[in-house]
């Protein structure tokens, strides 16, 4: 019988975690042919029997088939429309590996799609606002992990307007942190700046240690992506001072040593021991993210250390990390086309590029793919294209290290750097409820200052 429904297409067998499902039309025909009384009957039942099984571990899950009974749950809640207990259950035990354990994406995505009236339209339908911020937020992440920046920040904005709303301060400074990291992923350098500014006013108001720390972090990664490194080392020595964090969605153990490593390889300064302490923090702090950008890291630094061999090696141990993510990788194909061109495999090499140019973090790369294999005349294209979208809105709010790395393939090439305006003060725009913000962080200001 299971044979006959599956040769029809009417249910599907998972081989990987030996289940069965209906396929989701079947499954949405049966929901909707189910009365309302029925299907609550029946979710009740489900979930009866899910919850009678032995508890999993979300803190220890690495793969979909982990959270099998959890997901199955969630599944049952949404159907029958009890969506404040589905997004408690998202909230506690699926939030945290999907996102951070995972990287699974396109599975968050499906997952809260339920939570609104229309795919991510409007707010989440779900009564507590702290709730619908929290939604909000994992979905930024979520799109900006498939390269959906703008969908981000529309989503991201909505978000900052609830915690605002609320006053929770502590929640407001990580929902403007991920907007901070849309921003640097599309160079509004100087816009990133104002939430830097605004973060350390925040900090102050929540008056939570965690906060302080979280700040810093926040400010070292700004500046260091700028290249006042300097300052962002105060932060970093200020940021050890503090206790780390405590919530894993807020930090991760081995973030801050990954950003001391960007800001050491921009500068040439980087060492492999420094890399490999680097990495073994985040393997202890199960920061799956963090090793993912360490090993990419590394792939770069032993190319610059002529050691391509290696660098392959880091890459396929990348490829390993990411079981469940399904997101193409423009970065680190471009990589692996450069490995390739340093071994002379050109036809692969180019073959591997083509396919990824239309993502600009690949057009560094590409500027030093071209100038290994003898392309003068891409490498230089490459390379002025890079360097003009890494000035974004003008020096000093730029993103140093790429521009530092074209300038020297347009030297190298004969060259010299295009000339290109510097920030205008009068074209910044303020961010997403700047001001409103702003506004709240005075009066708490006053109302403590009257009290003393």
């Known amino acids: 019988m299971l044979t006959e429904l599956e040769n029809r297409g009417l249910l599907q067998w998972n081989r990987e975690a030996n289940t069965y499902d209906m396929h989701p039309i079947v499954r949405a025909y049966a929901r909707e042919k189910l009365g309302k009384t029925e299907l609550s009957k029946a979710s009740v039942i489900l979930r009866d029997h899910f919850s009678s099984l032995p508890p999993e571990k979300p803190d220890k899950a690495t793969q979909l088939t982990h959270l099998k009974n959890t997901i199955e749950t969630f599944r049952i809640l949404t159907y029958a429309g009890q969506l404040d207990q589905a997004a408690t259950l998202y909230r506690s035990n699926l939030s ?3 996102l951070f354990a995972m990287e699974a994406y396109w ?6 799609e339920p939570f609104f009236e ?26 900006k992990g498939v390269w959906k920046t703008s969908e981000a920040m529309a989503v991201q904005t909505k978000a900052i307007k609830l915690s605002l709303k609320n006053e929770e301060w502590d929640e407001l400074l990580t929902r403007l942190a991920n907007f901070w990291s849309c921003l640097c992923s599309i160079n509004k350098l100087a816009s990133a700046t104002r939430i830097v500014e605004l973060a350390r006013s925040i900090a102050d108001v929540a008056a939570i240690d965690w906060c302080h720390a979280f700040y810093n972090y926040l400010a070292m990664s700004h500046y260091a992506l700028i290249g006042d490194f300097e300052r962002a080392m105060k932060h970093r020595d200020i940021f050890k001072k503090y206790p780390e964090p405590p919530y ?8 801050v040593e990954l950003v001391y490593c ?11 021991n420094i890399l490999e302490q680097a990495f073994q923090m985040a393997v202890d702090g199960r920061n799956k993210g963090c090793q993912d950008s360490l090993l990419v890291l590394q792939a770069r630094y032993r190319l610059e250390q002529g050691q391509p061999y290696e660098a392959l090696e880091a890459l396929s ?8 993510s399904r997101e193409p990788s423009p970065e680190l194909n471009a990589i692996r086309a450069l490995a390739l061109a340093k071994l002379n495999r050109r036809e692969e090499a180019i073959q591997i590029l083509n396919s990824h140019l239309d993502y600009v973090i690949t057009w560094e790369i590409a500027a030093e793919v071209y100038f290994e294999l003898g392309d003068r005349s891409k490498a230089r294209e490459f390379a002025t294209k890079a360097y003009r979208d890494s000035w974004g809105e003008g020096s000093p709010y730029v ?3 790429v521009i530092r790395r074209c300038a020297d393939i347009l030297r190298r090439l004969g060259g010299r750097e295009p000339e290109l305006p510097p920030f205008d003060a009068l ?6 409820w700047e001001e409103e913000i702003a506004q709240a962080i005075e009066k708490l200001q006053q109302k403590k200052h009257n009290s003393e």
């Open 96 to 98: 945290y590996p999907l």
């Open 107 to 112: 599975e968050v995505m499906e997952f809260i």
């Open 118 to 143: 229309f795919p991510f339209d409007g707010l989440p339908k779900i009564r507590s606002q702290s709730m619908q911020s929290y939604i909000l937020n994992d979905l930024c992440m979520a799109l």
């Open 248 to 255: 894993f969605g807020v930090y991760r153990a081995g973030s």
């Open 262 to 272: 960007d800001m050491l390889f921009d500068q040439n300064k980087l060492t492999a």
């Open 317 to 324: 141990r990348v490829w390993q990390l990411r079981v469940v």
């Open 399 to 401: 993103r140093w290290g």
């Open 427 to 432: 074209k910044s725009k303020l961010i997403p």
